[in-house]
């Protein structure tokens, strides 16, 4: 089973500033199979970014995302006060799926 | 619009079978490549997936869960019911129900949960 390790576990960041997200895979993953979720206190999660650099509808594009082979990234630049989130990576390959542990983001 | 709404019971017995079904409206589970799937969170904790039925009902499992889940689709209601067995204090979580779909170009374009549930939370106690 493949492992998601994301890094940092927490990111403190002051309004306007950029944040970089990581996502290691434990095994050389197809891109298209890479995808980003947003999860707010007390919500469901949200799509947010598919195939490793699209972003799903709706979503700004002050979020990016980037990466190939086992380095996966999401950028939020710009950052907002409503992007207070957890933020997940997720991949599905050969037969199953499987989350990292998430990257808080807290604003200043 | 895509909606999908779980339901089943709030509180289960430890060693009990949980069945939650999930209903969904917007779009049909007979079309090409779409799926619909359960994955649950257990409190404070990350989000673990946990099974998958596709448009032409193949069925994915989550390899360390495998002996204890069963999903399966009723087209004609449009609904995805999932059976877990022998449940444990350990298995208390949101259940959340979701509709996976592939966005974008046939290329460039990738898998996405696209919709979820609001989620469901199960507690196993006795």
């Known amino acids: 089973e493949i492992v998601l390790t994301q890094s940092p576990g927490t990111l403190s960041l002051s309004p306007g500033e950029s944040a970089t997200l990581s996502c290691r895979a434990s095994q050389s993953l197809y891109p298209n199979y890479l995808s980003w979720y947003q999860q707010k206190p007390g919500q469901a999660p949200r799509l947010l970014i598919y195939?490793?650099?699209n972003r799903a509808t709706g979503i700004p594009d002050r979020f990016s995302g980037s990466g190939s082979g086992t380095d996966f990234t999401l950028t939020i630049s710009r950052l907002e006060p409503e992007d207070i989130a957890v933020y997940y990576c997720?991949?599905?390959?050969?037969?199953?799926?499987?989350f990292g542990q998430g990257t808080k983001v807290e604003i200043k | 619009q895509i909606t999908l709404k779980e339901s089943g019971p709030t509180l289960v017995k430890p060693s009990q079978t949980l069945t939650l079904t999930c209903t969904f409206s917007?779009?049909?589970?007979?079309?090409?490549?779409?799926?619909v799937g359960w994955i649950r969170q257990p409190p404070g904790k990350t989000l673990e997936w946990l099974a998958l039925v596709y448009w032409d009902d193949d069925k994915r499992y989550s390899p360390s869960l495998n002996s204890r889940l069963t999903i399966t689709k009723d087209t004609s209601k449009n609904q995805v019911v999932l059976t877990m067995t022998n449940m444990d204090p350990v298995d208390t979580a949101t259940y959340y129900c979701v509709y996976r779909v592939w966005l974008g170009a046939p290329t460039s374009g990738g898998y996405g949960l696209d919709a979820w549930g609001q989620g469901t939370t199960v507690i196993v106690s006795s």
């Open positions: 997720q991949q599905y390959g050969s037969s199953s799926g499987t």
């Open positions: 917007g779009f049909s589970l007979t079309t090409s490549h779409v799926g």
């Open positions: 195939g490793a650099f």
